[in-house]
């Protein structure tokens, strides 16, 4: 009797376990941004992932690495940390990185208000 038991608790086991082997959505994920990367969009390059601003410090997650602001990414200096965007200061250049590539922020507000349409 115990074996049956052992082995039926075996295959329920065995049974779960390629179920559980999907993948997990990550509910903070804002529900326009897709995981896999179109087929127009590149790849190459960092990608911010994150930003931490507090009242005292400023980081970012960049390709999957932590960098405080004035921190080094590779060959880059993390030079300013905003909302949405952050800025990597190369030798010879700069580069900003966007949390949400190919969306821009819009003030609705003040440009209802210059149309006189928000009371």
Same mark, same amino acid.
């Given at each position: 009797m115990t074996r049956l038991l052992l082995l039926g608790f075996g295959l329920g086991i065995a049974f779960a376990v390629p179920a559980q082997t999907k993948a997990l959505v990550d509910p903070t994920r804002p529900p326009n941004v897709s995981?896999? !990367?179109?087929?127009?969009?590149? *790849? #190459?390059? !960092?990608?911010?992932?994150? +930003?931490? #601003?507090? !009242? *005292?410090?400023?980081?970012? +997650? #960049?390709?999957? *690495?932590?960098?405080?602001?004035? =921190?080094?990414? =590779?060959?880059?200096?993390?030079?300013?940390? *905003?909302?949405?965007a952050v800025v990597l200061k190369y030798a010879d250049r700069r580069e900003t990185l966007q949390l949400l590539p190919g969306q821009d922020k819009q003030e609705r507000r003040a440009a209802a208000m210059q149309k006189g349409t928000v009371r």
């Amino acid at each position: 009797m115990t074996r049956l038991l052992l082995l039926g608790f075996g295959l329920g086991i065995a049974f779960a376990v390629p179920a559980q082997t999907k993948a997990l959505v990550d509910p903070t994920r804002p529900p326009n941004v897709s995981e896999e !990367p179109s087929a127009g969009e590149a *790849t #190459i390059g !960092p990608r911010l992932q994150s +930003v931490l #601003i507090s !009242p *005292t410090r400023r980081a970012a +997650v #960049i390709s999957g *690495t932590a960098v405080a602001l004035g =921190g080094r990414f =590779g060959e880059a200096t993390l030079e300013e940390v *905003t909302e949405s965007a952050v800025v990597l200061k190369y030798a010879d250049r700069r580069e900003t990185l966007q949390l949400l590539p190919g969306q821009d922020k819009q003030e609705r507000r003040a440009a209802a208000m210059q149309k006189g349409t928000v009371r």
